[in-house]
């Protein structure tokens, strides 16, 4: 099964300084993906049904996961809420073309992921 | 005569209830003025450089009134005075819109009117205005002209909430950050239009008490450098969005991040005891709060 903390070890590859700001963007969302997907599996696989492949749980997976943090037994509104700068910058990064992504927006989403990551580690392990 | 001057009086309520058709919901920044509200105050409208603004006595336990909002609900003539020389007046019906010591909808939901002259209190903050009918009505209408915000299209409106969602105007925007407390601010802040859609009622009430908190925190020095009010939404499904504070700051990531946090518990204590569910599902549901700060990139 693949590890999505891979895509975390990418977007930290991909915040060199020098790359092309098609990295930076790349790296934001990997940054992202890696943070979600990885709390996706460990709420998943602690029945918090945030997966929408089960049946009986359709719905938009990444309000789930970020719900989870809102409320009930994982609320953490740390987590929460640098979830969702990190979601800030993804839809900086993947949709608005008319603004410049830079090294200085990479390091900060991956700030936010080692606060993230800290937290994850300690509850999930 | 008594009788003559009572039924002129009462003719040219006649002609003020006429007026009263217009829907007087109003919503205007007062002019800075020193005073206060409070159960053991009277108020009175005065007139001060062509601005009317409403003065009182000055009672020390009384909350500061500056900056403060107001809805004007109804303007009601009334008499006041001896019954042998009554005088014509009008009663204000009013809600605070902006006070952050209690952002409950029972608070905000509970008209009160202001008085300059004793009467029967209707509840502990219930207080009657009386004044000159015309005078008032006047005063209002320099509010309007001189906030450009309160355009005649802004003042006759039967709901201005629904101006926020169906609005993006400059002057939409500028409202904003006067119902949020963000023109209070002590540092530079731009409110992006895009926000506009999503704020209700309940999400001005809760931004409001994060400006609070937010003010609070400068003022016992969170080197806060920008605020900016962003629209985040969800593009990929639509499944959710969020109005959030980006507050800049200068801090380190340690700082920074400690900083964050306890904005974020105090925001989080403030939810646990509102009494309003809809403000509470707004703090912590509706509202983002995201802090940047300086990266080793942008030293």
């Given at each position: 099964m693949f ?6 070890n990418?977007?930290?590859?991909l915040s ?9 963007r790349?790296?934001?969302s990997?940054?992202l993906?890696?943070?979600?997907l990885w ?5 998943e696989?602690?029945?918090q ?7 009986g749980?359709r719905?938009?997976?990444h ?6 943090f809102?409320?009930g ?9 640098r ?5 800030r ?9 008319d ?6 927006d990479?390091?900060?989403?991956l700030?936010?992921v080692d606060?993230?990551?800290k ?7 | ?9 009462f003719?040219?309520?006649e002609d003020m209830?006429?007026?009263q058709?217009i ?8 002019n ?8 053991a105050?009277?108020?009175?409208w005065k007139?001060?450089e ?8 000055v ?5 500061p009134?500056e ?5 004007i609900e ?7 005075g001896?019954p042998s020389?009554?005088q014509?007046?009008v ?7 902006s006070?952050?010591?209690h952002?409950?909808k029972?608070?905000l939901s509970?008209?009160f009117?202001?008085?300059?002259y004793?009467?029967p209190?209707l ?10 009918p015309t005078?008032l ?12 915000l ?7 409106i039967d ?9 993006e105007t400059?002057?939409?925007a500028?409202?904003v950050?006067?119902?949020?407390g ?14 506009l859609?999503l704020?209700?009622e ?15 925190e400068?003022?016992r ?9 962003e629209p ?6 639509g499944?959710?969005s ?6 800049q700051?200068?801090?380190s990531s340690?700082e ?10 105090r925001?989080s204590?403030v ?14 549901e ?7 700060w300086i ?5």
């Open positions: 590890d999505p903390r891979e895509f975390i990418v977007s930290r590859e060199a300084s020098g790359l092309t700001e098609a990295k930076y790349t790296s934001i990997r940054a993906y890696g943070i979600f709390a996706r599996e460990e709420l696989r602690r029945d049904h945030v997966k929408s492949t089960a049946e749980y719905g938009d997976e309000s789930k996961v970020r719900q989870r809102k409320s037994p994982f609320k953490h509104g740390g987590v929460d809420q979830l969702g700068s990190l979601y910058l993804r839809e900086k990064g993947d949709y608005e073309l603004t410049t992504v830079t090294r200085g990479v390091l900060q989403a700030e936010y606060y993230i990551e937290y994850f580690e300690k509850k999930f392990s | 005569m008594a009788v003559h001057s009572q039924d002129r009086a003719e040219e309520l209830s006429a007026r058709q829907s007087w919901q109003l919503i205007w920044e007062f800075p003025f020193e005073t206060k509200i409070g159960t105050t009277r108020f009175q007139e001060r062509n601005w009317f603004v409403l003065e009182e006595d009672n020390p336990e009384a909350t009134l900056g403060q909002f107001f809805k109804a303007v009601e003539p009334t008499l006041y001896l020389s009554p014509q007046g009663v204000v019906k009013c809600y605070n819109l006070n952050i010591a952002p409950t029972s608070t509970s008209g009117t202001f008085a300059t004793p009467c209190l509840h502990s903050r219930t207080r009657m205005f009386i004044g000159q005078h009505l006047s005063g209002l209408e320099q509010q309007i002209e001189q906030f450009g309160l355009s005649e299209r802004w003042s006759l709901n201005w909430i629904t101006l926020y969602s169906r609005e400059p002057g939409a500028r409202l950050t006067i119902r949020t963000l023109s209070q601010l002590s540092v530079p802040y731009h409110v992006d239009k895009g926000v859609p704020l209700n309940s999400t001005l009430q809760a931004a409001h008490i994060v400006t609070g908190i937010l003010t609070d400068i003022l020095g969170l080197p806060v450098r920008h605020v900016g009010v985040l939404i969800d593009r990929d499904a499944q959710w969020e109005v959030v504070f980006i507050i700051v200068d801090l340690t920074a991040n400690r900083e964050w946090d306890n904005i974020l518990d925001v204590e939810a646990d005891k509102q009494e309003d569910k809809e403000v509470t599902t707004s703090l912590l509706k509202i983002g709060i995201h802090f940047a990266t080793a990139d942008s030293v």
